[in-house]
């Protein structure tokens, strides 16, 4: 196991353990919060629900999780430690003193900092080329992008490995060109939040109306093409450059306060509190991380199908995944019910058992030799008829494993019979379908190419001599 120490249990720090631990790492963690513990294992369940629905394939198993009194025992033997403490530079400077006392000199040494440069933590330090800015956004444990800033005293090989590590917690690790307060992200939010605090103050607009303004419009938009690509689509078939001939002169007009910010009175603070409360007060903060994260997988899911922005970071991710171990019966899919495949009653909806089927039969397809390019090429398997028997309610976050049998695997048919089964290990459902091979360029039935056919057969033989399943052949109605 590789292990994690993260400095600081808060929502940031708590993330960080989460996203670490669901991706097989082990995690220490030190916070003298006596509601760390607590606080982190709120964070987790969260996660637990959240972060496996974005894939189709199983994470790894998780790591071990433990909290230490000690910060030498916490950071001993660590490959990366995290340090989440609150945003003093005096207080930086002593914890990392502190961590690099006791921990391996190779081990990177990462701040969640939203403000200092790297070369202001590394001041004084032990080891400055150890420390690099690793700036994250909540929720940690699904938001993908990380902000890594090295400064002139960041050797190259430290911030390699650094954005190796995280890509391989399925993190979008963007290496800052050039140290800056408050590096890329972050500025633009604080560009925002200035010009909000003056609508608000103004009278323009309350606090829902300004969220409204982002959640139905821009925001949709930069979720997947952030400014600058969407500014281009808007220039139209003439691009950026007439885009920015059009709109650039506006940016002289005197539209923007963003260069002062409105005094923090007591009336404005209580006037956006009271407000925030108005418009969000009705659920509690566990209620609303759980209804953003849900929002985010569906959101993040859309954009997994087209590969779009964090989308194509989560297929990077899932890629690298390991395959189920072989058993007597191939595993064609193993990961987590996601909440958008639940329905009224609380359970697996019944078409994404069909669903969760079709992912098998895409799976084994892959494993004869039907696979991507080999469909590119003109040849696939069709779905001519399937027979679903549902027998076990599923819910959302349950574990769900399918195995297939090849009933029959010859000429242009395979047919096949997939168990579901739910995280206790019982079987929730069987799916028996029948497919025939098509040319896809005449569109008709075909023979399969000789590598195929062979793979297949291979799979029938082996198969041959098992039992058939209980439920085979069966139709609607039939008694049992």
Known sequence: ???????????????????????????????????????????????????????????????????????????????????????????????????QQHAPRDAILGSSTSGFKPSELQEGALNPGQIIVAHPFNPVYLLPLVELVPSAATPDAVTQRASALLTSVGMKPLVVRKEIDAHIADRLLEAVWREGLWLIKDGICTTEELDDAIRFGFGLRWAQMGLFETYRIAGGEAGMKHFMAQFGPALEWPWTKLMDVPEFTDELVDLIASQSDAQSGHMSIRDLERLRDDNLVGMMRALKKSGSGAGGTINSHEAMLPDPEPADLPVTVSRRIP???????????????????????????????????????????????????????????????IT????????????????????????????????LHMDMKARVSALPSDEVAARLTAYATAHAGMPLPEGAGRHVGQKV
């Open 1 to 99: 196991m590789t292990t994690a120490a993260i400095i600081g249990g808060g929502v940031i720090g708590g993330g960080w353990a989460a996203r670490f631990l669901l991706n097989g790492w082990d995690v220490r963690v030190f916070d003298p919060d006596p509601q760390a513990e607590r606080k982190i294992g709120e964070v987790l369940a969260n996660a637990r629900r959240a972060l496996p629905s974005l894939y189709d394939k199983a994470l790894p198993p998780e790591g071990k999780l433990s909290f230490h009194a000690d910060m030498a025992e916490a950071v001993s033997d660590a490959v990366w430690i995290q340090e989440s403490v609150p945003e003093r530079l005096d207080l930086k400077h002593k914890i990392h003193k502190l961590i």
């Open 339 to 401: 909440q958008s495949w639940t329905d009224y009653n609380g359970h697996m909806n019944e078409a994404k058992y069909l669903e969760a089927a079709a992912q098998a039969t895409d799976r084994f397809m892959e494993m004869i030799g039907c696979d991507a390019e080999y469909i590119a090429s003109g040849g696939s398997y069709f779905t001519v008829e399937s027979h679903v028997r549902f027998l076990n309610e599923m819910h959302e976050g349950d574990a769900l494993t």
């Open 404 to 435: 297939t049998q090849v009933l029959k695997g010859e000429g242009k048919k395979m047919h096949l019979f997939h168990r579901l089964l739910g995280s206790d290990g019982k079987l929730a459902a069987t799916v028996e379908t029948l497919l």
